[in-house]
């Protein structure tokens, strides 16, 4: 039996990526769609996978590159499995370790009051982490299973999270290699912009300051009509109330920063532990958190002023304000 001395067709790939330090290049947006196409079909091998997304992280993501790995994600869910009747999408990834994740209760806010949010995440792949699922739980929401299960639960209750491994299950396998890799790959920035159902509004939080300007970019790109994506507390959808907040947005083709002032003149200091319990507990108004409050306001005025909600920063926050005090407390009863 004789071996193949032909070179694997994902072996472009590769080869542009790492041909040392004067041959190497960026990924064109066709290539980057092309090669993340090839992995979500199966048509590669481990150690090309492991390669490349390693590859990648080393020079970071460009916003073509990351443009052309959404688009093959996208294409490759079933077009006919498209979610109707979301308003925002809204991606959960990170997890929370300094603070609970207030920002679901800037969600649920948000779904009282008419407005339809769909989140999808993926949680696990960092030890030491709360991730969503699990904060979710301890305010009596049962993560969806499927897409329509998705959707039925967007009609009743104006709001659902999804995990990733209904939506790409290939995608999920790949987030999960964190431990493996002890790395976060490509894969970690592609899926908060995947918006996998096209809500005309899409929010995003990252860690990393230098990659707000790349997912900005990489929104106008793939044509996302409304889009805002900020530094969030622990890299979640979060603004935190003890620091200025910049946010950089889309808006029908258009570039937009915006700077929302800290709230308060001193940080707070952080938990000693994460208790997903104060989650109901603050929600319904039996325990009183300065920090959580102003965090869970703060994170759903950006959101309404990305929505159109509201025209200025100060009339954002005194919507979200209003929400927050007639909200119905015997939600989680």
């Not at 299950?169 to 999960?176: V, Y």
Request: hydrophobic residues 40%; charged residues 20%.
């Amino acid at each position: 039996m004789s071996l193949t001395t032909a070179e694997h067709p994902f072996a472009e790939f590769i080869k542009i990526l790492g041909k040392g330090k004067k041959g190497a290049r960026d990924l064109t947006q066709d290539e980057a769609y092309r090669a993340m196409s090839m992995i979500l079909a199966g048509q590669v091998q481990p150690i090309q996978l492991g390669a490349f997304l390693m590859l990648v992280r080393i020079k970071e993501e460009t916003r073509e590159e990351l443009a052309g790995f959404v688009q093959a994600t996208r294409d490759s869910i079933d077009c006919s499995a498209r979610l109707p009747g979301a308003d925002l999408d809204w991606s959960s990834y990170a997890g929370k370790r300094r603070h609970l994740p207030w920002f679901l209760l800037s969600t649920l806010l948000l779904a009282e009051n008419g407005i339809r949010v769909f989140m999808h995440g993926a949680g696990g792949h960092t030890e030491g982490r709360l991730y969503t699922e699990t904060a979710l739980q301890a305010l009596g929401i049962t993560p969806a299973q499927s897409i329509a299960e998705a959707e039925q639960q967007l009609a009743s209750q104006h709001f659902s999270y999804l995990s990733l491994q209904h939506i790409c299950p290939a995608l999920f396998d790949m987030i999960n290699l964190r431990p493996v890799m002890g790395l976060r790959s490509p894969v970690h920035t592609l899926v908060r912009l995947l918006n996998p159902f096209n809500a005309t509004h899409s929010i995003q939080g990252i860690f990393h300051p230098s990659y707000r300007q790349v997912h900005q970019n990489a929104a106008l790109i793939l044509g996302q009509p409304h889009m805002a994506v900020l530094k969030g507390e622990g890299g979640e959808t979060e603004r935190n109330p003890d620091v200025e907040c910049l946010v950089q947005s889309v808006h029908n083709g258009e570039l937009q920063d915006e700077i929302w002032p800290a709230l308060f003149s001193r940080r707070h200091m952080k938990a000693e532990q994460l208790d997903p319990q104060l989650l109901p507990a603050i929600w319904k108004g039996e325990q009183e958190d300065e920090f959580a409050e102003a965090t869970i306001i703060a994170t759903a005025a950006i959101a309404l002023h990305l929505l159109g909600k509201a025209s200025s920063q100060t009339e954002a926050h005194q919507l979200a304000a209003a929400f927050w005090h007639k909200r119905n407390r015997a939600r989680f009863n």
